[in-house]
């Protein structure tokens, strides 16, 4: 029964990070068109910096948002620069992501060596509280805290702000967006950036619980990929849904199923596309 | 029309320096890196079947040369003979392609991509994870290489020539492929799905179709590269090996017959001399990517030829000859 | 027997009735002409008889042979075809290539991986006949990207005629193009022999009317006004439609 728990506490707290991973992915290929395939790199390489940060005895949620903020420099000045340039050209655009992706990796391997560093959960997180008989660590609780603080925030700023009207015009149509006056350009950027930034952080939250090592990026990378292809591009609560089911299907196939728990993860998604490729909370797929 | 157009004389001379390369080459290390060239090229020339004819880029293909790799591999540790574990491996290959464009098939474009990815993961996935049958990161070892005809392919020189033979006939059925009706009609599926279902074309069909022919080179490929190291792991089918196939297709130009054989050479030779000198072989293939994607999109083989048609134009201005603009109409 | 016949054909796109009940019978060697102002729902009937939409209700019959569930890539094979209204070639081959793909449609050959496209003598006079009908052999070898409008409209039509339909169905072939290009098309059209049925729509009248010898006058998706030449343009609903009251 305990390890039942533990395996769910362990699944939530994971779909937490997942969705704080695949929010930004699936914002940017509903408005871009792209599966930004540096997501997982922006994960591992924000995991890094907060790693970093941390040595230097920085409070670990300055760390958080100090790796989220310098990503969401890098990631503005990728689309900005590099993108940019390509607008237009899906397929160009992809493989220009892969691209970087690779030069990220190895940057990372040239700066943080390839052992896995696991900083340690900071102090006042750690512990567990106890419910009845039960007990939950903090840290685990603490993930899904804010991965719920940041849905709602992305929630309410998709549906209540100008912004965010003019986020979903542009995942509508982008071209009809331009017409009438919204500049979606600045809003690739804008978007980009903060997908970056939100995958920094979960980079972060996630390093005394993962570690950091390096083929992180192409771990989370996939997971990102399947929440998107569940839940549906450019929808937040399919980006949702998706990931705690990923996080409850990753741990329990661990459990359950070791040797094949990687493909059991990726079988609801096959099994969406054969049904419903649009996935479940999304309209057509390009 | 002569018997010898400059065609036909490039042809020739291009195969006796293939033929002849062991000789005039001599050290074995370069040897073995001609073979590399070789079935590399091969995979992308199988690649290139549904990126450049098809318009269908797969990030997913590494997996399916893995599959015939560890399908012979794990045969021939059991036991069986190298006829029946090739043999096998590419029918696995062949099926598992089949599924493989089931599923991809359900997007076009971007989403095509994002299926082709996922299931070269799932691939990896199960080799690495699923220790019991594939033996993990640990990978698999192959004892020899076959005799056919009972020739040893053990020499780096009778190695080459059987990755030749290999490489030989794949070049002549792309060529006679891509000329053919239904090299056409994959054509005409990539500019115009739509006009072409309307013409009467069954669409689907004629892409599934090109993925399982691109999945048999693949598989072809997969078992020359075992027979070549003589060993596998999941290393085979990491998205890195899917891209660096797909680097190929795209430096070397793809819809061409001799891009991907450039692209292969290109990237196989940097690959070689760069982890002579430095580790650092996924930064600088990252960075051929980067530079290749953002200014020279129509790859290699047709940019030079545009750089070369420029400079010849150029050349032959300066000299007072004025060439002719566009070719004459019949 | 009718050559196409219509029956009851409804689709809906969300809330919008896009035809609603419309019936047509078109008889064999017939010229049909269907017009309408814009948003008529002209196309979206093509569609549904070529089989790229799907109907909500009603049926297609070709030769009293039902075809509403047959596949869309079913029906040239069955001898429909089409052109298109918004160009859909294949702007990368030559004009000759371009008729080649549709005649290659229709034959077995077109699954054949091992035999050079180019010597497929049969095939190519074919092509070559089919271009000369619309007097564009003299340019066969022209790549695509090198034709004026006026030509690619013409080209569109050799295509559709290389698959020899017996009911061909015509989107505006007339639009966008300039009086000289309209006489070069209207000629081809003209040639078409008798054993081949012509369905057109048309959204300016004056350009195809001494063509047609039958009109239907398509309104919001529904058939509003039916006969022949004189009937239809006398009709009072018809200038309303045209004039607007």
Known sequence: MNLWLTLAVNSISLGGLLFLLSAGFSLIFGLMRIPNLLHGSFFMLGAYLGVSALNWHINFWVAALLSALAMTLIGGLIERFLLRRLAGQELAQVLLTLGLSFIVADVCLMIWTGDPWQPATPEHLRGAVQVGTLFFPIYRLVILAVAIVIAIGLWLMIDWTRLGAMIRAGVDDAPIARVVGIKVSQLFTLIFSLGAALAAFAGVMGAPYLSVYPGLDFEMLPLALIVVILGGTGSLLGALVGSFLIGFLYNFGQAMFPDLAYVILFLPMLLVLVLRPQGLFGRAMP | MSFLTPQRAAIAAALLLLVTLPIWVGNPYYINVASQILFFAVFALGLNVIVGYGGLVSLGHAGLAAIAGYTAALMLAAGHGHFISDFAAILVTLAASAVFAVLSLRGTGIGFLMITLAIGQIIWGILYRWSSLTNGDNGVNVSGRPAPFGISLASADSFYYATLLVFLAAVATMAVFFRSPFGASLRGTRDQARRMTALGYNVWLIRFLAILISGFWSGVAGLLFIYYNQFISPQVATLTASAEVLLMVISGGTATLLGPIAGAAIVVIMKNVVSAYIVRWNLVLGVIFVLIITFMPEGLVPGSVRLWRTAWRKLSRRDGVIPAKTEPTP | ?245
Not at chain 3, 75 to 85: C, D, E, I, K, V
Not at chain 3, 120 to 139: F, M, N, P, S, T
Request: aromatic share 4%; proline share 5%; charged share 20%.
């Open chain 3, 1 to 245: 027997m009718s050559a196409l016949t219509v029956t009851g054909l409804c689709k809906a796109f969300g809330g919008l009735q896009v035809t609603s009940n419309v019936n047509l019978n078109v008889e064999p060697g017939e010229r049909r002409l269907i017009i309408g102002p814009n948003g008529a729902g002209k196309t979206t009937l093509f569609n549904l008889i070529t089989g790229e939409i799907t109907p909500d209700s009603g049926s297609v019959h070709l030769f009293g042979h039902d075809i509403t569930k047959t596949p869309s890539r079913r029906r040239p094979h069955l001898g429909m075809a089409r052109t298109y209204q918004i160009i859909t070639l294949f702007s990368l081959d030559t004009i000759l290539r371009n008729v080649t793909l549709a005649l290659l449609g229709l034959s077995p050959l077109r699954w054949n991986p091992l035999i050079d496209l180019d010597q497929q003598h049969d095939l190519v006079e074919h092509a070559h006949a089919a271009l000369v009908r619309v007097g564009l052999d003299h340019i066969a070898a022209r790549p695509l990207a090198q034709t004026s409008y006026g030509e690619r409209r013409r080209v569109e039509i050799a295509m559709a005629l290389a698959q020899n339909p017996k009911v061909l169905l015509l989107d505006e072939p007339f639009a966008g193009l300039s009086i000289d290009e309209r006489r070069d098309v209207q000629k081809c059209l003209l040639a078409i022999p008798r054993d081949v049925t012509i369905v057109m729509i048309e959204h300016n009248m004056d350009v195809a009317l001494e063509f047609a010898e039958h009109i239907t006058l398509l309104h919001f998706g529904e058939v509003i006004v039916e006969g022949n030449r004189a009937e239809v343009v006398d009709n009072p609903r018809t200038r309303e439609v045209y004039l607007g009251h």
